[in-house]
Nanobody, 121 residues
Framework: QVQLVESGGGLVQAGGSMRLSCVVPGSFRSINTMAWYRQAPGKERELVADITSGGTTTYLDSVKGRFTISRDNAKNTVSLQMNSLKPEDSAVYYC???????????????WGQGTQVTVSS
């Protein structure tokens, strides 16, 4: 089992910025798509942004132009820079990674424990 280590999160005023990071500990044959999801109370978990191993990114429409996902392959890290935050961005944010472990024919998906982001108006 791989325990993703998330950092960042907390309380910020509307219009502010915050950065989330997620480290994938260990050595892997490959780390494929890395992503951030979020889930607000009473709502379904939704994909906020993802980035492929080649660096291709996709974003939820509502965060385009405000959020930037990036990865550092040397450090097995994915980050989410969030600018111009809005109260509706408040949610628990989860890191999600797809990895190929050494010696295992099938890939695995791992989730972080989640970090709360609260944007006050």
């Amino acid at each position: 089992q791989v325990q993703l280590v998330e950092s960042g999160g907390g309380l910020v005023q509307a219009g502010g910025s915050m950065r989330l990071s997620c480290v994938v500990p260990g050595s892997f044959r490959s780390i494929n798509t890395m992503a951030w999801y979020r889930q607000a109370p009473g709502k379904e978990r939704e994909l906020v942004a993802d980035i492929t191993s080649g660096g291709t990114t996709t974003y939820l429409d509502s965060v385009k132009g405000r959020f930037t996902i990036s990865r550092d392959n040397a450090k097995n890290t994915v980050s989410l820079q969030m600018n111009s935050l809005k109260p509706e961005d408040s949610a628990v944010y989860y890191c999600n990674v797809a990895v190929q472990r050494w010696g295992y024919p099938m890939g695995n998906i791992y989730w972080g424990q989640g970090t709360q982001v609260t944007v006050s108006s």
